[in-house]
């Protein structure tokens, strides 16, 4: 792995593996695709072999002037060299979005993903451990994602599909979005209850006489 690729990344480059990401993601010839982390342009390649369009963003100095170099002459890929984090995404565009996403910044970059774009569909590789996570609804984290969308595994992918090979096995997972129950103008005020609750802060949400009401009513 080049010394200069700062962020640390396992790519996926088995062929087989990859057409097996390719088959689950159900792409059209119509779809617009915006792709998180270029890396070598593996998967970038066979998503414009389908998509209509593939944009795709990526931090790393290195890697963007790899890819840039291998992706030059298809006309269906534009590259952007940028912090995925800083991206914004389109609002009035049907889009869906696909990435193998960094371990470290799994929560930021989910929700980000979720709450400040509008892709119909979402696609991203996690690690095993973060999928599971997100499917809690104890955690702050599973309390906000499930008010957005529903999300299912797709695929597991060993950490032998991976170079260099990580500590951790990954899966494909999908985010498709569902009506939420929350309005836009209460959602503030449901994320404050969701991080209170999970952090057992319940004082600062009811005096003591409310919560034990609440309890009793709850069981």
Known sequence: MNKNIKYSQNFLTSEKVLNQIIKQLNLKETDTVYEIGTGKGHLTTKLAKISKQVTSIELDSHLFNLSSEKLKLNIRVTLIHQDILQFQFPNKQRYKIV?????????????????????SDIYL??????????????RTLGLLLHTQVSIQQLLKLPAEC???KP??????????RHTTDVPDKYWKLYTYFVSKWVNREYRQLFTKNQFHQAMKHAK
């Open 99 to 119: 990435g193998s996403i960094p371990y470290h910044l799994s929560t930021q970059i989910i929700k980000k993903v979720v709450f400040e774009s509008h892709a």
């Open 125 to 138: 590789i996690v690690e095993e451990g973060f999928y599971k996570r997100t499917l809690d609804i104890h």
């Open 162 to 164: 991976f170079h260099p």
């Open 167 to 176: 500590k951790v096995n990954s899966v494909l997972i999908k985010l498709t």
